[in-house]
T-cell receptor
Framework: DAKTTQPPSMDCAEGRAANLPCNHS???????VYWYRQIHSQGPQYIIH???NNETNEMASLIITEDRKSSTLILPHATLRDTAVYYC???????????FGDGTTLTVKP | GAVVSQHPSRVICKSGTSVKIECRSL??????MFWYRQFPKQSLMLMAT?????????EQGVEKDKFLINHASLTLSTLTVTSAHPEDSSFYIC???????????FGQGTRLTVV
């Protein structure tokens, strides 16, 4: 069973910030939040992950609420190539498996 | 990021035959590999988890005698679909973790079509 819930779809204008929310209300203390995206017919691509602090890399920013029950992935300047299904998953780094939910289909429009 | 290579990217086979899919970590040692299956317009479904040198752990409902997983080295895992049937047609994806890296990296996937 997926431990996260995400809206099924979102639209974003090209050049604007895309903010993708994720609820993970049952997250445990040693579980990280990971974000991946999948472009049609390709394997998922790692974006970013975090435990409790906000994180930023060259692709995106990750904002995790203080109670860790939800997070938001931010693509600061969305491009058409960012159109994909975005998955938020939680798992322990030293444990095993990651279970994917249904993800959010982000469509970036010109 | 780390590179995980999956081969072949596409395969068509006849019903009743077996197909082997390879998953290689090219620049790190993968202590754990995961195999997923994805049907059209659906999310990834975890099939099994394998640790190097150990037997794979299968998810509920996944037939271990049908989907044979071998993780004999730190850079290679294979998934063999035995006696394939048309309902096994799907997109199979592997991912790998290890080498002190916490995130899992995914292969490009294998599109299996059983005719």
């Amino acid at each position: 069973d997926a431990k996260t819930t995400q809206p099924p779809s979102m639209d974003c204008a090209e050049g604007r910030a895309a903010n993708l929310p994720c609820n993970h209300s049952t997250i445990s203390g040693n579980e990280y939040v990971y974000w991946y995206r999948q472009i049609h017919s390709q394997g998922p691509q790692y974006i970013i992950h975090g435990l409790k602090n906000n994180e930023t890399n060259e692709m995106a920013s990750l904002i995790i609420t203080e109670d860790r029950k939800s997070s938001t992935l931010i693509l600061p300047h969305a491009t058409l190539r960012d159109t994909a299904v975005y998955y938020c998953i939680v798992f322990e780094t030293n444990a095993g498996k990651s279970t994917f939910g249904d993800g959010t289909t982000l469509t970036v429009k010109p | 990021g780390a590179v995980v290579s999956q081969h072949p990217s596409r395969v068509i086979c006849k019903s009743g035959t077996s197909v082997k899919i390879e998953c290689r970590s090219l620049d790190f040692q993968a202590t754990t590999m995961f195999w997923y299956r994805q049907f059209p317009k659906q999310s990834l479904m975890l099939m099994a988890t394998s640790n190097e040198g150990s037997k794979a752990t299968y998810e509920q409902g996944v037939e271990k005698d049908k989907f044979l997983i071998n993780h004999a080295s730190l850079t290679l895992s294979t998934l063999t679909v035995t006696s394939a049937h048309p309902e096994d047609s799907s997109f199979y994806i592997c991912s790998a973790r290890g080498g002190g890296v916490t995130e899992a990296f995914f292969g490009q996937g294998t599109r299996l079509t059983v005719v």
